[in-house]
Structure formats: C-alpha cells, structure tokens
C-alpha cells in the first residue's frame, strides 16, 4: 500500500468515523434519530391520481390539459375519440381511476 489508509476506512462501512460504533450508540440507532418533523399526511385527502386529486383534475375539461385539448378540438376534445378515453369512466382515465385514484386505508 502506498501509506494511504481510505482503503481500510471504507472496509470498516459507514460507522468506521464514529469513534463509538459498539452495538447501542451506532449512528443509526434510535438514540441518534430526531422525532417527524410534522403529522402523518399520508392516506389522508384525495389520491393525486384521483379525477378530483391533483393530477386527475387537470385532465378534465377545464383543467390544464384537457382545456388544452378542448381548444384543440377535434378527436381530442372531451367528446371526441381521443378525449373519451381520458374521462374518468374512459379507458385510460377509467384505469387510472381503479388503480391510482383509490384511497389507501
């Protein structure tokens, strides 16, 4: 070895610069953890995914996406080809719905 020692450092793993890495004190027991920062939010409100979440709502009719394609027009407004399937009862969006828009419990 060239009198470089890093290579020993990193066999020993990460508590190798911990001086006290006996069992009870390593970095990652629970004595070294701070408490949540704030409540539990998750499984509470509507899934982003939802038709009325975050994302769901964009793609209706007056939401960021789907207004877009409704002033396009065509196959892709609400009630045209393209824009059928992205309802909530469409193919895609019916999918979305079943399997993202559910509430965790």
């Not at 409540?39 to 709502?57: H, I, L, M, R």
């Not at 027009?73 to 969006?93: C, E, T």
Request: net charge negative; glycine share 18%.
């Amino acid at each position: 070895m060239d009198g470089d020692s890093t290579a020993k450092t990193l066999d020993l793993g990460a508590n190798s610069a911990i001086r006290n890495t006996e069992g009870s004190d390593s970095i990652h027991e629970a004595s070294h953890q701070a408490a949540p920062a704030g409540e539990k939010t998750q499984g509470t409100g509507t899934p982003a995914f939802s038709k009325d979440g975050a994302v769901g709502s964009m793609f209706k009719a007056d939401g960021a996406i789907g207004g877009t394609a409704e002033k396009v027009g065509g196959p892709f407004a609400k009630d045209g080809f393209v824009g059928l399937k992205f309802n909530a009862d469409g193919a895609i969006g019916g999918r979305v719905q079943e399997t993202l828009g559910k509430k965790v419990e």
